[in-house]
């Protein structure tokens, strides 16, 4: 499967029809074969610490296993702490779960710590947020997913640095009333008044290991939650600068400002800190202007200002045309929409067939990256490809007339590609 970075770049809006190809052609440039049948499930699995296609930062092995390799290395999150990040590749389970177990072998010395977090996919293109299990290893995501990913991110000491030599994930199956349960905390969609900050700190590495470059376009939050793949997409923000009446959509690449567990975006019960604020109330705000904690940060530093995001200076001088910290328009996972039309975008290529099903004729294909119109979404033969399941089928309009559908497995967003019409509605 494509790495979570490749399938999450997204592709220019051209906003063309589908080529309808002749019959013999189609045939010939036939896109990957929609596989009907399920992968075989995966109930327990050991997390590989030694993958070439990890998404890693100054992590290095010992004889015992996975450790910092130079404990000079900093960010900014984790004040005196050296650090190194390591975001294993996605597995798939080959059916839905939402609930795991994930059990750590590791040496961690006093002074050092490490983090595990899991994250949970049911469609390509679209990730509940990142979750710590608790004391016991449990943690239940807010929804049921087929594939899975695991990071760790190490912190050391000034003479020690911690070591894991083993993670093992248990998949516990899920009960025919799990999606009922289903939380908020993937498919958010809020927007807050919030001030933002310009983070600067060129040359310096932020969270998810990248080096910050001059005119750089990310933001940073205060929790780890949602937290980007270095150079990834898969969690994104948009800003909008009423004094100057220009947006840019960012992705979230470090944590801060102040507070490293404060995800304020989401509902009270689901905070992993300060769940007595109101929800879109950063812990810092809180702080600054009434006094909440003493007035302090987690830390215990005296807040210096309000601040609820972070911008990097593309973003901050370049994107939004500000000259001073000031207050932004800040919408969390926004939804592509509008008028019109709706358009999808494919993230691999696939086939386009003549009935929702993969026993009916191709008559085209969508490649990956490009974006296409669409009519509306159907259930059709259920399909398992890439690590995924799904019912759900896109009506796409041809070039040379007539209709076709392809698998909303292929599809960025959810399952249906952010299409909500329902077709025959």
Not at 104 to 121: F, I, L
Not at 402 to 408: A, F, L, N, P
């Amino acid at each position: 499967m494509p790495s979570t970075t490749r399938r999450l770049i997204r592709g220019l809006c051209a906003l063309l029809v589908v080529g309808g190809l002749p019959p013999a052609a189609a045939a010939a440039a036939d896109g990957p074969a929609e596989r009907p049948a399920a992968a075989q499930p995966a109930d327990d699995w050991r997390v590989d610490l030694d993958a070439a296609a990890a998404d890693q930062h100054n992590t290095g092995h010992n004889a015992d296993g996975l450790t910092i390799v130079d404990r000079r290395a900093r960010t900014r999150s984790a004040p005196g702490k050296a650090y190194a990040v390591y975001t294993a590749p996605t597995q798939s389970l080959g059916r839905e779960a939402n609930v795991f177990t994930v059990s750590r072998q590791a040496q961690v010395p006093p002074g050092t710590r490490v983090v595990t977090e899991v994250r949970g996919s049911a469609h390509p293109g679209r990730w509940t947020q990142w979750s710590t299990p608790d004391a016991d290893g449990r943690l239940r995501l807010p929804e049921v997913v087929s594939v899975l990913q695991v990071r760790l991110t190490l912190f050391g000491g000034p003479t020690a640095s911690p070591v894991v030599s083993g993670v093992l994930v248990h998949a516990e199956p899920a009960r025919s009333d799990a999606r009922a349960e289903e939380g908020t905390t993937g498919t958010l969609s809020a927007t807050y008044r919030l001030l933002a900050t310009r983070e600067g700190l060129t040359g310096q590495t932020t969270a998810n290991g990248h080096v910050i470059q001059p005119r750089d376009h990310f933001v940073a939050l205060p929790s780890r939650r949602m937290l980007a793949s270095n150079g990834g997409t898969e969690y994104r923000v948009r800003l909008c600068y009423a004094r100057t009446g220009r947006c840019e959509t960012a992705p979230v690449w470090d944590v801060g400002p102040w507070n490293t567990r404060d995800d304020y975006w989401n509902p009270p019960t689901q905070r992993q800190m300060w769940n007595d604020l109101p929800q879109g109330t950063p812990e810092a705000q809180a702080a600054y202007q009434s006094g909440y904690n003493g007035g302090l940060d987690e830390f215990g530093r005296r807040l210096a200002n309000p601040a609820g995001i972070d911008l990097a200076d593309g973003t901050f001088w370049d994107g939004l045309g500000m000259t001073d910290n000031d207050w932004v328009d800040v919408t969390f996972q926004p939804t592509d929409g509008g008028t019109g039309q709706s358009t999808v975008t494919a993230w691999a290529e696939a086939n386009v067939r003549s009935c929702a099903s993969t026993a009916c004729g191709t008559v085209s294909t969508v490649s990956a990256n490009e974006t296409y119109p669409a009519n509306c979404w159907k259930t059709g033969q259920l399909v398992t490809a890439e690590g995924y399941t799904s019912d759900k089928w896109v009506e796409l309009p041809l070039r040379a007339g007539g209709v076709g559908y392809v698998s909303g497995i292929y599809l960025k967003g959810d399952a249906t590609g952010g299409v909500t019409r329902q077709c025959g509605t």
